[in-house]
């Protein structure tokens, strides 16, 4: 079992940014990727960036050139930095972690709503 909590979501005005994290209950070197996902309302849940424990980082193609995710082996933590935030990007936040066994674990999500 993997504890997933994110924070740092919030209420911020276009072109701003905000610094998504996500705390793990056990060390990250033993997860094969974590990842950042979002669901805005009405919409199916889509990928927005992923990370390996090798180091390999992924992104969608939305995001690409705004949003950087990164990692903190110590803390058990991975961040997504999200700069030059849009309305579209407004959505709950929910971070990943795929095990090297195929299982996933979700956290619980964090709002992040971008005003026009």
């Known amino acids: 079992q993997v504890q997933l909590v994110e924070s740092g979501g919030g209420l911020v005005q276009a072109g701003g940014s905000l610094r998504l994290s996500c705390a793990a209950s056990r060390t990250i070197f033993s997860i094969y990727a974590m990842g950042w996902y979002r669901q805005a309302p009405g919409k199916q849940r889509e990928l927005v960036a992923t990370?390996?424990?090798?180091?390999?980082?992924k992104y969608a193609d939305s995001v690409k050139g705004r949003f950087t995710i990164s990692r903190d082996n110590p803390k058990n933590t991975v961040y997504l930095q999200m700069n030059s935030l849009k309305p579209e990007d407004t959505a709950v936040y929910y971070c990943n972690a795929h095990m090297y066994t195929g299982v996933d674990y979700w956290g619980q999500g964090t709002q992040v709503t971008v005003s026009s």
């Open positions: 990370v390996t424990s090798g180091g390999s980082t």
